[in-house]
């Protein structure tokens, strides 16, 4: 078992393992010391363009290995959703402990013009997280609160 490591008492560090199954992709990196996420790069053998509206599986060239208890989540970048229209078709994508295959990511162009994707491009961003196992009971109540069955929007606007 990989043991994580403690830095300071507000982070904690734990061993991935990345594997680069072709090219000399960067691998997953940090952009600054508060930063959640690592980037994840496009590895591609040619230039790819999404057109509006459409959507295309982006490979990375790498696969991890996370120790059991944590998670992966492809996360999208905020700046090419706000640039170019650029998100996740499935946000967050989920790589589980046992996932050894390679990472690809899902985009999306939600904007009006083509998004041209180079080798190499930062295309989103992985964070790692623990994850917590649930215990399913079953019961013929729950507890009551304020808020009940209030769902979407039973807050309002203001």
């Known amino acids: 078992m990989r043991r994580s490591k403690r830095t300071s008492n507000l ?15 960067t691998l997953p990196q940090y952009q600054s010391v508060g930063a959640s996420g690592m ?7 040619s230039p790819m363009v999404i057109n509006p509206k459409e959507f295309a599986l982006v ?10 208890g944590y998670e992966a989540q492809v996360r999208p970048r905020s700046g ?12 967050p994508g989920t790589i589980d ?5 390679e990472i690809a990511v899902i985009l999306m162009n939600f904007g009006k013009e083509p998004f041209f994707i180079n080798d190499g491009d930062r295309i989103a961003q992985l964070v ?16 009551q609160t304020e808020r009940g069955e209030g ?8």
Do not use: M, Q
């Open 128 to 143: 790692i997280s623990k994850i917590w196992k649930a215990k399913i009971l079953e019961v013929e109540e729950l507890d």
């Open 97 to 101: 402990s046992d996932y050894r295959g």
């Open 39 to 45: 980037d994840l790069r496009a590895c591609l053998d």
């Open 80 to 91: 090419l959703a706000l640039k170019y229209g650029i998100g996740l078709l499935n946000s």
């Open 151 to 158: 769902g979407f929007g039973h807050t309002g606007v203001r």
């Open 11 to 25: 982070e904690e560090l734990v061993e991935v393992r990345v594997k680069r199954l072709r090219g000399k992709n």
């Open 59 to 68: 490979p990375t060239g790498i696969a991890i290995s996370l120790p059991p």
